[in-house]
């Protein structure tokens, strides 16, 4: 076992934990990570935060919008979640679920937070802009339908 609590010198180069090979920035779908430029000999790959790799194992609960890490709220002021790039101005907060943050859909129609709300017919998810936006998706299996408006619709 390596010792990897020391920090490296403050190059921009982060090296891998496992093989010291340097790591690579990669923007994965969900979000950026690293990975480590042994691949597919090292699978090594680490959560990005702040740019920077993070060797938590951990995983790390994203934000949907923003992809930065989530953080839990002190225990008086409730079970939720926000994100910790709320001071840059992105307001998501995400309930508990128990000990994690609720999953989040985004409206392919207007990029924001997807919400479940109940109505007249029966559970739906609405856009959480609601009034400002209208969009909606029916309830499919406890997720919004996203095959139910087309792609293109604006
Ligand atoms: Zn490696
Ligand atoms: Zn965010
Ligand atoms: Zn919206």
């Not at 559970?123 to 406890?142: A, L």
């Amino acid at each position: 076992m390596t010792d990897t609590s020391h920090i490296g010198p403050p190059s921009r180069v982060h090296f891998c934990p496992a093989c010291k090979k340097p790591l690579r920035r990669i923007d994965g779908k969900k979000g950026p990570f690293w990975g480590c430029t042994g691949f597919p000999f090292c699978k090594t790959s680490l959560n990005d935060v702040d740019g920077k790799p993070s060797r938590d194992i951990d995983e790390h609960y994203r934000c949907p919008l923003c992809t930065r890490q989530l953080v839990r709220a002190a225990p008086e002021k409730g079970d939720y979640w926000f994100c910790s790039g709320f001071q840059k101005g992105c307001k998501v907060t995400l309930a508990d679920h128990n000990g994690r943050p609720e999953t989040a859909y985004l409206s392919h129609r207007c990029g924001h937070l997807l919400v479940k709300r109940k109505g007249k017919n029966g559970e739906f998810w609405g856009c959480r802009e609601y009034p400002q936006c209208k969009t909606t998706y029916p309830d499919k299996n406890n997720r919004p339908d996203f095959d139910f408006f087309p792609a293109e619709h604006t």
